[in-house]
C-alpha cells in the first residue's frame, strides 16, 4: 500500500523544498508543484511533492494520523499485556 503524507515547506533551494515529518527533515523534490512556496502544506509521495494542500486540510489530516498512531499503540500495548491483566472482570471460578 502506498501513502502520501501532508507536509508543511520550511524552505526551498533549487527546486527542492526541505520539510519535516515525525521529527524528520527531508528534502523533497518540487518538480511536480513548481507552484509550490515556503509555508505551504504539500502532499509528499516517494520524495516528491505531488500536489499544494489547503492548510486546513492539511492540518486535519495531520490531526488524524496522529489519532491513528495514539489508537494503534494502544491497541498494541493492549496485545502485550498478561493474560488478565487490566481485565475488568473480577468473577472467581468454583473449582
Not at 37 to 45: Q, T
Not at 62 to 77: K, N, P, Q, S
Request: glycine share 10%.
Amino acid at each position: 500500500m502506498c501513502l502520501a503524507v501532508p507536509v508543511r515547506v520550511e524552505a526551498i533551494n533549487n527546486g527542492m523544498g526541505m520539510v519535516e515529518f515525525g521529527g524528520v527533515r527531508r528534502e523533497v523534490s518540487l518538480a511536480l508543484t513548481p507552484e509550490a512556496r515556503a509555508g505551504d502544506y504539500v502532499l509528499i509521495h516517494t520524495g516528491y511533492a505531488i500536489s499544494v494542500l489547503d492548510a486546513g486540510e492539511a492540518e486535519e489530516t495531520l490531526r488524524l494520523f496522529d489519532e491513528l498512531t495514539a489508537a494503534a499503540e494502544a491497541e498494541e500495548a493492549a496485545d502485550q499485556r498478561p493474560a488478565g491483566e487490566g481485565s475488568t472482570d473480577n468473577k472467581v471460578s468454583a473449582a
